[in-house]
């Protein structure tokens, strides 16, 4: 056996080395996690470092173009890396992985032709086979980017115990809206809800291993439909209030929902059910209802701010969080007045937002009327600087308040620890370690932009 872990057709013997870098969202995250358990039974350990892997993973974005580039400088280092290995006598295997594999997959063995693997978000489940593919071919790439048959779910192994106190947990996949700008449906393939049954087997599972906290993963997580234990399909709403009899779940969290799927179900859920938490990350988009219908999102500005004042009655005290898009084609100064006016109008705790990017075969890219690149820039400028201002007024509003935290992890100093409110911020505080998976009220003493900094109540200290 020669140094550099893998050697043609037979895995070795001794621990080979996987290495695999997320990018995008915690889709990816979580089909991170459950790849390397894929990977586990053929004796793969994770490293922290890509040149020190006998296999390399890459597992991609591709939601706007900026992702792209990231990938191929990411790619064209390890290459090095790579070649090294190689004059050692070693193989190391190259894959990617991901939304961008799947859409893109022949570009990246045209410009990275070092790659020896491109697999698609619905086919990680066939590593093990597709890992022994490239050890046996003489120098051809292995490709699978079709869409299964069967769901992937049904064929990965049981989640092995959580290393923490949250856990993301993927209920639902894949999307049918469309939306003009995205890529999603192409690159995840057509809507996917999980049975109920595999997903209270799998937050059971992280329950007992110390998660207190899940947040439910699903590209339209809210149409979330799964066939449930009464045969019937159960909405969301139906879906947390059953996990909510979990003991040992504290609090449960879904994301990322779509206007249209919020139905009464979820909303009278945040109404009943203690452990869902008060923060939605609910995407508008655009604030004007002629860009909406352009981005072939089903709703009007002023169907959004109705669903938000259904989901305020039903708790008072829920906070909001957004995707924004600036300067989708044809997106004039009026439309982006409108997105300002239903952000000053709603307040948002938390947003995200991005300059619309053309992605190729999305039916907005070959729209004309496209924006300009300093147009986009100033208008993203202008709301960025609203919603970093409602987001730090959010957090100044919670000084005074306690608020129960759920301790997660150690600080950066010593003898600090980090937690969440319910509305996903940062605390930090000053308690012992194993308080770790503890919620408690914390004193809110101070906000930044980001986080916000407490102390344990009198009588929960020690
Ligand atoms: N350009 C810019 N932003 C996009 N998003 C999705 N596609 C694009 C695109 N082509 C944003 C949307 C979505 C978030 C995940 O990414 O706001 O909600
Ligand atoms: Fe993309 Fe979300 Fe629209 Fe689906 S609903 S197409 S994932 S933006």
Not at 442 to 458: D, F, M, P
Request: with cysteine; hydrophobic share 40%; net charge neutral.
């Amino acid at each position: 056996m020669k140094e550099g872990g893998l050697t043609g057709g037979r895995a070795s013997a001794s621990a080979k080395r996987v290495f695999i870098k997320t990018y995008g969202c915690q889709m990816n995250v979580y089909d991170s996690a459950r790849m390397f358990e894929v990977l586990a039974p053929l004796g793969f350990l994770p490293v922290e470092k890509p040149d020190k892997a006998d296999l390399d993973i890459f597992n991609t974005c591709h939601i706007r173009e900026k992702a792209d580039e990231k990938l191929f400088s990411e790619l064209g280092t390890i290459r090095q890396s790579k070649m090294m290995n190689a004059r050692r006598g070693g193989k190391m295997i190259i894959a990617v992985g991901g939304c961008m594999a799947q859409a893109e997959g022949a570009e990246i063995l045209r410009r990275a032709p070092f790659v020896d693997l491109v697999f698609g978000p619905q086919n990680y489940h066939l590593l093990p086979e597709l890992v022994a593919q490239v050890l046996r071919s003489r120098g051809d790439r292995v490709v699978a980017t079709d869409f299964p048959a069967e769901p992937k779910f049904d064929h990965l192994p049981e989640t092995s115990a959580s290393q923490g106190v949250t856990a993301f947990l993927t209920v639902q996949e894949g999307c049918d809206k469309f939306c003009s700008f995205c890529v999603v449906p192409y690159t995840r393939g057509a809507e996917y809800s999980r049975p109920v049954a595999q997903v209270l087997a799998e937050a059971a599972r992280a329950v007992c291993s110390g998660v207190r906290e899940i947040t439910l993963l699903g590209q339209n997580v809210n149409a979330y439909h799964g066939e449930g234990p009464d045969g019937r399909d159960w909405g969301l709403g139906d879906l947390v209030r059953r996990l909510a009899e979990l003991r040992g779940l504290d609090r449960i969290r879904y994301t990322t929902s779509h206007p249209h799927d919020m139905d009464d179900g979820l909303i009278t859920a945040h109404r009943d059910v203690p452990q869902l938490m008060p923060f939605v990350h609910l995407p508008v988009q655009s604030g004007a209802t002629r860009i909406l219908s352009a981005m072939n999102r089903p709703y009007t500005a002023d169907a959004y701010r109705r669903i938000v004042d259904r989901l305020r009655s039903a708790r008072s005290d829920l906070a909001l969080s957004s995707d924004f898009i600036v300067g989708f084609p044809g997106e004039s100064d009026e439309d982006f007045e409108a997105t300002i006016d239903l952000v000053e109008e709603i307040g948002f705790a938390q947003a995200f937002s991005f300059k619309y990017s053309p992605r190729p075969g999305t039916p907005a890219a070959s729209l004309c009327k496209q924006i300009p690149e300093y147009v986009k820039s100033d208008r993203l400028t202008v709301l960025q600087a609203l919603l970093e201002r409602q987001q730090r007024n959010f957090n100044n509003g919670c000084i005074g308040r306690t608020l129960p935290v759920l301790l997660e992890k150690p600080g950066r100093h010593d003898g600090q620890l980090v937690g969440r409110s319910p509305y996903l911020q940062s605390v930090h505080l000053v308690a012992a370690e194993r308080r770790i998976g503890e919620v408690i009220p914390v004193q809110i003493l101070a906000a930044s932009a980001n986080s916000l900094t407490g102390s344990l109540e009198e009588s929960m200290a020690g």
